[in-house]
């Protein structure tokens, strides 16, 4: 090496206390939703999406949703995202709001919506988990530079939980991991 030239030494960013708090809380409450649970849940907790056009519907980026709700197919809970691509199956009738959460999710890029059902499950707080039949996730705000928090490369989202009757067609659609 050249006498003149010295390597910086490269180190991580530290991560303020918080960010490390919620990380292991994330951590914690997904390895507390084992695979089994989680199919459990997944098929009695499905994704609803809000619209007035069924053939036109996307992640609400604008505030709490509006419009007619709908099922939508969720065949894969851990493995994909239930927005890519969004397929309805049905409108959501007679489900009542019980609650609203914050929901973290991984992203693939900052400003891509990849929200994971499984994701979902298990931020459900466990009291709820019993009546919550559907949800819907949301952002707050349309700019990702709002959701996105960097410290955990995570976006946090809104979550809208429902309890109702589930159509035995929803019921019956199969799911993988």
Known sequence: ???KFKIAEIKAPAISAQAADRLRILSGMEKNLPYTQAMT???RIRPIISGDDPEDLSLSVKGKPSGQKFWVKSSKIRNGSYLLPIRVIAPAK???LIGEIDTYHEC???GSFRPSVF???YQIPEELRERVTAFELYAEDSCWLNIYD???DRQKLKCLLYEGAMPERIKKLPLTW
Do not use: I, Y
């Open 41 to 43: 849940l997944a098929r």
């Open 119 to 121: 994701e979902v499950l």
């Open 94 to 96: 007679g489900l009542k």
């Open 108 to 110: 693939s890029a900052c």
């Open 150 to 152: 960097a410290e955990t």
């Open 1 to 3: 090496m050249h006498p």
